[in-house]
């Protein structure tokens, strides 16, 4: 498909681009950096393939959005998968759940026994992270913005470091079940429950302000409490005061009031009802409805807020062909997409 023969009332016509959109990279405001890996996943693998899922659900996805008109004009790009990357996870993946295995069993991060295993994987992590960094950084010198779709949580970390080249300071707003606030978590420096603490060795990033966590360690909780830069709102609190009377509306708001004007959004799905992701690596019950994390980001760009850069992470699509995941996944990154364009009118 094309961009003359383009017509957002027909069916969608899969061309490798996220929504089946017809542009070009090159052409884009928006840049989809898919990245299938999954290596430090602690608990159900699949993340890896989340890229993918979401890609072959996304071409069922009607293009009129109700905050944006005329959302298919946004320049929406698709960088490929890259499969020489999926080889690598996969290769990786079978050393990692090595280690874990040998951790679950009794054993310590700093027995000899796994040292040159992690260091293996260690060393191919961080040559992810450069990965991304690299691409994030090219796209960014172009003046486009970059979303990564991934795979696990630890993938963005390339882009949150290619975004301090532009920018002297921003926050980061985090849907998430989880802190990821863990050092090194089962001897993995970049896993992917440890993001957000890799993310605040940046010194650009002056505010974490997290949404719906509910599973979570004591240490993790102690930094959060300690840290002026961290703001939790956990789900138990979030629910308590809807319980109470207290809007979502009101709610968004004071969580809004904690981010400064440049904010970096990170959202994994597990930060959801486990309804809407199943098949995600740690699901968790409670967290957020669909149309509640929609109306929170909304509510951030109505509020003049500018979204320099987001990720999507932890989409794991189901076997035997169950698109439910992807389909979810798919409709929050075309939302995400669509609100970095949106212009408050009220």
Not at 150 to 167: E, F, I, K, Y
Not at 228 to 237: A, G, L, M, S, T
């Amino acid at each position: 498909m094309n961009q003359a023969s383009f017509n957002p009332n027909e069916i969608t016509v899969p061309n490798g681009c996220f929504f089946g959109l017809p542009y070009s990279v090159e052409e884009a405001s928006i840049v989809f950096l898919p990245v299938p890996w999954d290596v430090t996943t602690s608990y159900r693998e699949g993340a890896a393939n989340g890229p993918q899922g979401i890609l072959d659900a996304s071409v069922q996805l009607d293009w009129y959005d109700f905050d944006v008109p005329q959302a298919w004009e946004i320049r929406c790009g698709t960088i490929p998968i890259n499969s020489a990357i999926q080889d690598q996870n996969r290769a990786m993946r079978l050393i990692a759940k090595g280690i874990i295995q040998y951790l679950e069993a009794g054993g310590n991060v700093d027995d000899d026994a796994i040292a040159k295993q992690l260091a293996i994987v260690n060393q191919a992590c961080a040559g992810l992270n450069n990965w991304v960094y690299t691409q994030a950084l090219e796209l960014l010198e172009q003046g486009k913005l970059v979303a990564i779709v991934g795979g696990d949580h630890s993938v963005p970390l390339g882009l949150m470091q290619a975004l301090t080249q532009q920018h002297d300071e921003y926050g980061i707003l985090q849907i998430d079940a989880h802190a990821d606030l863990r050092q090194a978590y089962e001897g993995f420096t970049y896993s992917h429950a440890s993001i957000m603490y890799n993310a605040l060795t940046l010194p650009q990033i002056n505010r974490l302000v997290q949404v719906g966590i509910r599973d979570v360690c004591e240490e993790e909780m102690s930094w959060a409490n300690s840290d002026r830069r961290i703001v939790v709102f956990d789900d138990w609190q979030l629910k308590a005061k809807t319980y109470e009377g207290i809007t979502w509306a009101a709610q968004c708001q004071e969580i809004i009031a904690n981010l400064p004007n440049k904010v970096y959004i990170s959202f994994d799905i597990d930060g959801l009802n486990p309804a809407y992701c199943p098949n995600t690596g740690t699901p968790v019950p409670g967290g957020l409805e669909f149309n509640e994390a929609i109306y929170l980001v909304r509510s951030l760009v109505k509020a003049g807020k500018t979204i320099i850069g987001f990720d999507l992470c932890e989409v794991a699509p189901g076997d035997s062909g169950d698109e439910w995941d992807g389909n979810v996944g798919a409709r929050v990154l075309y939302k995400l997409a669509c609100l970095t364009r949106y212009r408050a009118t009220c």
